[in-house]
């Protein structure tokens, strides 16, 4: 079975990747929102993630890719964009920050408050 997300033509040996708008769906998300959220409903640190910011009183946006209509081609093109495997995929001012890992540790540094106040 192979990959939904390109496919082959083995006579012009080219491959064609359908994720390529995806990519740009993404970029242009991330760049409209300060603070974006690529995440799941059922996913444990997905709700972490958005709770952590919740408490720290921290605006920020999300979509939920299993409500979407794309969410397996958007998901290959977050997989593709970040190198990152699973939600949530957090993004500050366009630029992929990281995850709930990356997202805790920089709270706790002040880092993010520092990235979200920059111009």
Same mark, same amino acid.
């Not at 083995?10 to 995806?22: A, M």
């Not at 799941?40 to 939920?64: D, G, M, P, V």
């Given at each position: ?62 979509? =939920? *890719? ?5 969410? #397996? $081609?958007?998901?290959? +093109? &977050? ?22 890992? =990356? *997202? ?5 540094? #002040? $880092?993010?408050?520092? +990235? &979200?106040?920059?111009?």
């Amino acid at each position: 079975m192979g990959c939904q997300c390109s496919t082959f033509d083995r006579n012009n040996e080219t491959r064609i990747d359908f994720s390529e708008p995806f990519m740009d769906i993404v970029k242009s998300q991330s760049s409209e929102n300060e603070l974006l959220i690529y995440s799941r409903t059922n996913c444990e640190q997905s709700k972490a993630a958005k709770a952590l910011l919740r408490r720290n009183k921290i605006n920020f946006e999300y979509f =939920e *890719l299993d409500n979407m209509n794309d969410e #397996g $081609q958007v998901f290959n +093109a &977050l997989q593709t964009l970040t190198g990152r495997q699973s939600t949530p995929f957090v993004f500050v001012k366009g630029i992929f920050f990281g995850s709930l890992k =990356e *997202l805790q540790k920089s709270l706790e540094s #002040g $880092q993010l408050v520092k +990235a &979200l106040k920059q111009e």
